[in-house]
């Protein structure tokens, strides 16, 4: 399978899943630009499964046709299928992917696309910390808000295995930031980890008592 015919397909299975009726209010509660389609995110991510499951696409494939969608999108969702692509198997944790990701989170800025490629960030610094981890410290301190939150919420997933070296670096640089995406992101990525090491969060908050937010410590705390 070409990477247009990829495009082409998806396009027309978005369409095919569309509930035109829904499309003004998703559009209304993501604040976007960008029209809906009115396709619910799991549709979205059965389209692009069901399309790759019995002939699954090569990784340049993935890069091309997923840059496409993303580059020509006419719908919100036609970059979610894009992101969905990136997460198949033959394209997971690939380091020549980077530069896409990169351009999802400073295109995309705003919350729904910039998390749905933080994990990805996070599955290519697991398996390639040498060459990511420079890149995700660079971002620590970056102008762009959006690249900073990636820094931030890109270990999610990583449990016993979290850089808490670069998880504390992350944070720390970020504790001032009054942006609420970025407070949020604090308290979520300290939440996920008490999961894994409540002593350590709780005393990652409390040696930081008079410097974190209010909505970073309930957020990081709440299950502690």
């Given at each position: ?136 410290i660079s971002w620590t301190t970056d102008a762009d808000l959006w690249l900073r939150r990636t820094s931030i919420i890109c270990q999610l997933g990583a449990k016993g295995s979290t850089d808490l070296e670069l998880l504390s670096s992350a944070i720390d640089a970020n504790l001032d930031d009054r942006e609420f995406f970025i ?42």
């Amino acid at each position: 399978m070409t990477a247009a015919h990829l495009v082409d397909r998806i396009r027309w299975q978005l369409r095919a899943a569309a509930e035109p009726e829904r499309a003004a209010g998703m559009q209304r509660y993501m604040k976007s630009a960008m029209p809906y389609l009115g396709v619910r995110m799991p549709a979205v991510r059965a389209v692009v499964r069901d399309l790759t499951k019995a002939e699954p696409p090569a990784l340049q494939v993935i890069h091309d046709a997923a840059a496409t969608l993303w580059r020509e999108a006419g719908h919100r969702e036609e970059r979610y299928a894009a992101t969905a692509l990136t997460g198949l198997p033959a394209a997971r944790a690939e380091l020549s992917l980077l530069p896409l990701h990169t351009e999802m989170i400073v295109t995309g800025a705003w919350w729904d696309h910039v998390d749905g490629v933080s994990g990805r960030i996070g599955d290519t610094l697991a398996v390639h910390p040498t060459a990511v981890r420079p890149l995700v410290i660079s971002w620590t301190t970056d102008a762009d808000l959006w690249l900073r939150r990636t820094s931030i919420i890109c270990q999610l997933g990583a449990k016993g295995s979290t850089d808490l070296e670069l998880l504390s670096s992350a944070i720390d640089a970020n504790l001032d930031d009054r942006e609420f995406f970025i407070r949020k992101a604090i308290g979520w990525a300290l939440r996920q980890y008490a999961r894994t090491d409540p002593d350590w969060v709780w005393r990652f908050v409390t040696d930081r008592a008079e410097r974190i937010s209010p909505l970073s410590r309930r957020e990081a705390l709440k299950h502690l």
